[in-house]
């Protein structure tokens, strides 16, 4: 049974850090494209940050980059998402994801299997 389970959301102030864990169950990470997407209150669910299957450099929203850093550990079988200097802005759901293309678009209909998220609070 194909399953993402996100953890490490939480509150944290302004300028603060955390890390945030996908651990995939049912399928390889490294087989797969990986992503980060967030929801915030009132607006759309957005593209954040991916590894592709192809490999290669991750990818990163404009919003995130300097800031977020996305890594995978295969053998974990775990997608990280380590955010720094976070503004209230970066508040929201942030959900996992996995796309068996080869070279992912991190289009939301994409994506072939979603975690079922975990908040991020940030506070000013």
């Known amino acids: 049974q194909v399953q993402l389970v996100e953890s490490g959301g939480g509150l944290v102030q302004a300028g603060g850090s955390l890390g945030l864990s996908c651990v995939a169950s049912g399928f390889s990470v490294s087989s797969y494209g990986m992503g980060w997407f967030r929801h915030a209150p009132g607006k759309e669910r957005e593209f954040v940050a991916g590894?592709?299957?192809?490999?290669?450099?991750?990818e990163y929203a404009d919003s995130v980059k300097g800031r977020f850093t996305i890594s995978r550990d295969n053998a974990k079988n775990t997608v990280y998402l380590q955010m720094n200097s976070l503004k209230p802005e970066d508040t929201a759901v942030y959900y996992c994801?996995?796309?068996?293309?080869?070279?992912?678009?991190?289009?939301?209909?994409?994506?072939?299997?979603w975690g079922k998220g975990t908040l991020v609070t940030v506070s000013s």
């Open positions: 590894i592709r299957r192809s490999g290669g450099s991750p």
């Open positions: 994801a996995a796309d068996r293309n080869m070279y992912s678009r991190w289009s939301l209909d994409g994506m072939d299997y």
